[in-house]
């Protein structure tokens, strides 16, 4: 195998394979990335068993063949190289990649194809065609949901797909986050339901283009973003009833500056403890008084003006939980939906854009 | 720095006075509590009438028993002594905040924070030590200094049943005729060589330099050097919050029959909740821990979304744990052992799992209840099954071999 490519044509695509190589060292090879060299052009696959990603394009090719490589290393070295610089790879034997760029020489120690594991092939004969600008708006709002601790048993969100719409629903057992788009001409016949791992999302956040194109198979989900592939393992396990949880009538309902209520609730939770970050809200006419307290630091209280003609209330939060979705929500004002200190709590921008968003929270007994 | 008041209060011969006050008989004989002559371990507590036979705490019962063969050995209550430990510290948190657990039967109090609410700190301690001993029935010794070590040593010279002070500008006539050995730093070794120097008495280390003292022993040497002035800074350590809480009993005899399992692993978690409810706790893990009859240990844990803090609900989680563990062995039993950690005071409620307050409330009437009527008082019909093995008393509940004391 031997090719020569511009730094700029090969950079961004190893960059975005550090995303997927697997950084644990379970399995040697998985560190890994997979360099296939055709008549035509340049493929090159990452993966860690749960998600890979496979990309192609143009190089001058001199001689075609397929070796896997470290993949932080190749980037690494490729990064470090000068702008511009025309850069040529080559399979020099005796499992040894030779890479050179003017008077730089690298020799990185390969493993054979034959070890690498084998990443499911899509067909994306569905011609699932999904706004790809909106999906990420969509997953930013649902991804700081999705925890990694053991505690909690969802890695990954759940994406349902419709005749019609889409949506994205996240739960860590003490909240949820829902966000739902009208998308026409899809051509769905039946509706679709797949957990999409926190890893998956994450890196079509970084993908950008009008459109995603998507297809499944029993186990996997395939995204497609021009010349890049992504192929996830769907996460097994059933979903909770999200829709039970979603609260359909609280009937106070509370209008409240964005901004402010997000500055109080992080002035307030400097005093609250450090584990359960709990902070109280007292809830009044026209107004929310806001308490913490933690018997090793002090307390705090803060106020902040509201629309509120509800019962009076006195109801406890996690902070964070709150600042999680003033951080993502964009609208200037928020409607927080209560009916007691032990229920579901509904917050939702007050205007609501294309995207449907909504948070439902569970209060915290303090 | 402004002069503390620090109290060193201490029970006297702790298990085998408890052991006196329940069987009368036993009154002016030597007991020695731990176990039996034959058994293995060590000697836990030795009455005064045992100590004259040279016998004390950590002694082997081999050897305690051939210093005192006509000594009474017991095997210990333990969950008296806590009943009675927990009493000690009650009596003794109601005059200071400050108040540090050395042990089981021994506190340090700091009573300087309190000085507006005690015209005398002297007739303070005497009635503490009064009030102690009147409702325990057990007699104290306590000492007073302007330091912990200081006033250890005061209780030292008290024992037993006496109250000493050292007071202020006393504190270098009380020490320098002390023994050497009297100063924690100083162990067996040191001691060793500190004779070989003609070292005797605390007044004879004051001719040594701090310098040579380090060359010779150490960090401890700096140690030795302060101590045998008498200073110490250190504070007295008030409780913090408990990592984690647990129960766990050894059986009587190994135990295959399933179903009384649960029966301990249920009452062993009813005392866990009670705890927890007390210190106004609710845990995020649950962990449950067996010992087969082959020694093996083997643990189960389950992380969970909504804290808990009801024993019913601990309970199901720990069945479904010790089910777990109980289907990959054929073994008996030993040891059962339920454990609570992750421990906040504020409760996270969950989307999934259906909230109610009464089994919170429910806790906190059951705890009324028992406060009244003792703790036997009321039991589920599972733990009930228990009466078959152990003694049962109303105030405590059942008897359980050493109960584990840990927080």
New interface residues.
């Given amino acids: 195998m031997k090719f020569l490519i511009k730094k700029e044509d090969i950079l961004k695509e190893l960059q975005l394979l550090q995303g997927i190589v697997e950084k644990r060292n379970t399995m040697p090879i998985l560190a890994n990335i997979l360099i296939r060299a055709s008549e035509e052009e340049l493929e090159i696959t990452g993966t860690d068993l749960e998600v890979g990603m496979k990309t192609h394009f143009p190089a001058s090719i001199e001689e075609t063949g397929s070796i896997t490589i470290s993949g932080k290393k190749v980037f690494e070295i490729v990064r470090s190289l000068r702008d511009g610089v025309d850069i040529k790879f080559q399979d020099v034997g005796q499992s040894k990649m030779l890479i050179t760029a003017g008077a730089s020489e690298f020799k990185v120690v390969c493993l054979p194809e034959e070890d690498y594991p084998q990443i499911p092939e899509p067909k994306f004969e569905k011609k699932i065609l999904l706004p790809l600008e909106k999906a990420k708006e969509m997953i930013d709002r649902v991804f700081y949901v999705i925890t990694q601790e053991q505690r909690y048993y969802l890695n990954g969100a759940l994406m349902i797909i419709k005749e019609g719409s889409l949506e994205f629903v996240s739960t860590d057992g003490h909240r949820l986050a829902y966000t739902s788009l009208m998308v026409e001409n899809m051509n769905i016949e039946n509706e679709i339901r797949g957990i999409v791992s926190k890893k998956t999302l994450s890196e079509l956040r970084k993908f950008d283009d009008d459109k995603v194109e998507f297809d499944l198979d029993e186990n996997n989900l395939f995204f497609k973003v021009k010349n890049r592939t992504i192929v996830s393992r769907m996460i097994e396990g059933k979903f909770p009833n999200f829709e039970a949880v979603i609260p359909k009538e609280n009937p106070n309902t509370l209008t409240v500056s964005r901004d402010e209520l997000e500055d109080a609730v992080r002035r307030v939770s400097l005093l609250s403890t450090e584990r359960s970050r709990g902070i109280k809200f007292n809830l009044g006419k026209n107004q929310i008084m806001l308490f913490s307290s933690n018997p090793e630091i002090g307390e705090a209280k803060d106020q902040v003006e509201a629309e509120y003609n509800g019962d009076e209330l006195e109801i406890g939060f996690n902070s964070q939980y709150l600042l999680d979705f003033l951080g993502a929500v964009k609208a200037e004002k928020v409607c927080i939906e209560l009916k007691d200190e032990n229920s579901a709590v509904l917050m939702r921008p007050e205007l609501e854009d294309d995207i449907k968003y909504v948070y439902v929270l569970m209060p915290m007994k303090i | 720095m402004k002069r503390r008041y620090i109290v060193h209060i201490d029970i006297d011969a702790f298990f085998a006075a408890v052991e006196e006050l329940l069987d009368p008989s036993l009154k002016g004989k030597p007991v020695i509590v731990g176990g039996l002559p034959q058994e293995r371990g060590v000697a836990s507590t030795a009455s005064y009438e045992a100590r004259k036979y040279g016998v004390h705490s950590g002694m082997s019962l081999r050897k305690a028993y051939q210093l005192c063969p006509m000594g009474i050995f017991i095997r210990g209550n333990y969950q008296i002594y806590q009943a009675f430990s927990e009493k000690f510290f009650r009596i003794l948190s109601s005059y200071t905040p400050d108040v540090e657990q050395a042990s089981l039967d021994e506190a340090y109090l700091d009573l300087t924070r309190c000085r507006p609410l005690y015209a005398s700190f002297s007739k303070i301690v005497r009635q503490i030590k009064h009030r102690v001993e009147k409702e325990l029935g057990l007699m104290v010794s306590a000492g007073v200094g302007s330091n912990k070590l200081l006033a250890k040593l005061a209780t030292n010279k008290a024992k037993p049943g006496g109250l000493f002070e050292v007071k202020q500008g006393e504190e270098i006539e009380f020490l320098k005729t002390l023994s050497i050995e009297s100063l924690p730093g100083i162990g067996l070794k040191t001691q060793a060589i500190l004779r070989m120097l003609n070292v005797h008495k605390i007044g004879d280390l004051w001719g040594f330099p701090r310098s040579s003292l380090r060359s010779l022993f150490g960090l401890d040497g700096e140690e030795i050097y302060l101590q045998s002035r008498g200073i110490d800074s250190r504070p007295v350590a008030t409780p913090s919050v408990p990592k984690s809480i647990s129960r766990e009993t050894t059986f009587l005899e190994d135990i295959w029959d399933q179903r009384l399992l649960l029966a301990h692993l249920a009452y062993l978690c009813d005392r866990v909740a009670l705890s927890l409810r007390k210190g106004s706790f609710f845990a995020?893990i649950i962990e449950v821990k067996v010992r087969y009859a082959d020694f093996r240990t083997e643990t189960r844990r389950r992380?969970?979304?909504?804290p808990l803090q009801e024993m019913g609900e601990i309970y199901m989680v720990a069945r479904e744990l010790f089910l777990q563990l109980a289907s990959s062995s054929r073994l008996s039993l030993r040891l059962i052992g339920v454990r609570a950690s992750d421990l906040?005071?504020?409760?996270?409620?969950?989307?999934?799992e259906p909230?109610?307050?009464r089994k919170e409330r429910l806790g906190i009437a059951m705890d009324q209840v028992r406060e009244k009527y003792g703790f036997g008082a009321l039991l589920t019909a599972r733990e009930k099954m228990l009466e078959s093995i152990y003694t049962f008393d109303k105030e405590r509940g059942f008897v359980l071999k050493t109960a584990s004391l840990t927080k």
Avoid: P
Wanted: aromatic share 12%; glycine share 0%.
């Fill in positions: 995020h992380l969970l979304i909504m906040t005071r504020t409760r996270a409620l969950s989307l999934f909230y109610s307050e």
